[in-house]
C-alpha cells in the first residue's frame, strides 16, 4: 500500500497540467499512469494530426511553446512539449498502473490498481475525454472484405493508396484524414448521419478561436447569432454540399451536445473542388458495397469510422453517478467540485480549447486542495 496526499489517475495532458500546478502549491502526490509513457494518446494519434487550436491557447500551466514551432503545432511536436514539460517539473508517474476501482472509504480515497492500492486525500481524475472508441458497426459489416478501422487506428493515407475509402463521420478528426486520404492518393468519400456546424480555423490570419475567447463572456445563442453572417460569407452555404446545417450555432452546439464543430482546415474547399464525396448516412452494407440511407450505393475498398469515444470514468469510479452529470458544467461552476476530495482535469468540452481548460482546471482544483489543506 502507498499512501500519498493527491494522487493524479492519467498522464497526458491533465494529468501533466496537475502535477505542475500541485508542485507549485507545495502538495505532495502521485501520478499512475496505465501505459508505459507520458501522453500516450497523442503518441497513438494519426501523423498527419496539427493542433486545431493555435499554440497561444494550447500551452499548459507555467510553461509556453517555443517561439520556434508553428502556430498550429504537430502532433510530433505536442509529444515533445508534453516530454520537456515533464523533464522540466521532473513529474514521475508510475507506469503500466492502471486504476481498476476507485472508492472512499472512511478516511480516504482508495484506489486499487493492477499493481498496488493507493491511498490518498485527493485524487484528481485525469483519464481523458475522449477515452474509449465507440463500436465500429454497421449491418451487414460482417460481409466488407476491406480494413475497417476506427480514426484512432488510423496512421496515414498512404496505407490506402488508390483506394476508394469511407470516412463515417464529419468530426474533426475525420475531416482530417479525409483530406491525409485525398493528398496521399486514396478516394475518400464521406458518410454524414447528422447535421452539423463548420467554422474555419483561422478568420483573415487569425485564429478564430482567439475571436471566441474574446465572445466567450456572452450568451452562446447570442454570440453565434453575432458571427452568424460572417460564418456565411466565409464557409458559404454547405447545404449544396450534401451537408446538413445545424439549426443553432458553433456555440450553442457545444453548451448543448458537448460536441465540437468542425475546425475546417480546408476539408470543405476539397469537397467543393470534388476530391472528398460526400454521402448520406449508411443503410447496410453487402460486400464491398455500401448502400446509403438516400438509396444510393458505391463500392469501397476500406472504412474508416471517426465516430468518437465514450468516457469510461463509471467503470472504475465508485461514486454516486450525479457526480459524472456535474461534468456538463466547467469546474467552478460544478455542484459536487472537490466533494470529498474528488477532482475530474480535463472533461468539460470548452468552446475555447480543451487544451486550455485542461490548464485551468488544473490550476483551480491545485488551489482547491492547497486551500483546503490550509485549513
Ligand atoms: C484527435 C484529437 C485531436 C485533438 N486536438 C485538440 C486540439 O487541437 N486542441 C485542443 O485543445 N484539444 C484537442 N483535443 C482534445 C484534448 O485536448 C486531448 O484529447 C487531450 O489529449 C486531453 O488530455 P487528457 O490528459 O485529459 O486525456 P488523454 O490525453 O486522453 O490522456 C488520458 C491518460 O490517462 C490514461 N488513463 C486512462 N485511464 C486510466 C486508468 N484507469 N488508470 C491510469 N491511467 C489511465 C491514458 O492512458 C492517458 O495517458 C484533441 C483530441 C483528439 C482525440
Known sequence: MKKTNTLIVGASVSGLASAACLQKQNIDYLIIEKTNSIGTPWRNHYHRL???TNKRISNLPYKKFDSAIPRYPSRQQV????????????????FNTEAKGIKKDAVDWVTET??????????????????????????????FPGKILHSYEYKTGSDFKGQKVLVVGFGNSACEIAIDLYEQGAQPSMSVRSPVNVIPRDVFGIPILELSLLMSNLPPG??????????????????KLGLKRLPYGPLEQIRKNASIP????????HIREGHVSVHDDIDHIEGRTIYFIDGKKQLFDAIVAGIGYYRDYEEFIEVDPSRFEDLKQRVHKQKYFGKDGLYFCGFWISPTGQIREIGLDARTIAKDIARKEKV
Not at 132 to 141: D, E, L, Q, R, S
Not at 222 to 238: E, K, Q, S, T
Not at 263 to 269: E, F, S, Y
Open 50 to 52: 496539427h493542433l486545431h
Open 262 to 269: 468542425l475546425l475546417d482546415i480546408g476539408t470543405i474547399k
Open 79 to 94: 509529444v515533445d512539449y508534453l516530454e520537456d514539460y515533464q523533464r522540466e517539473f521532473g513529474i514521475d508517474p508510475i
Open 114 to 143: 493492477n499493481n498496488e492500492t493507493f491511498h490518498s486525500r485527493y485524487v484528481i481524475i485525469a483519464t481523458g475525454a475522449f477515452t474509449k472508441p465507440k463500436p465500429v458497426y454497421f449491418k451487414g459489416i460482417e460481409t
Open 222 to 239: 447570442f454570440a453565434d447569432a453575432i458571427n452568424a453572417p460572417l460564418l456565411r460569407l466565409l464557409v458559404g452555404n454547405i447545404t
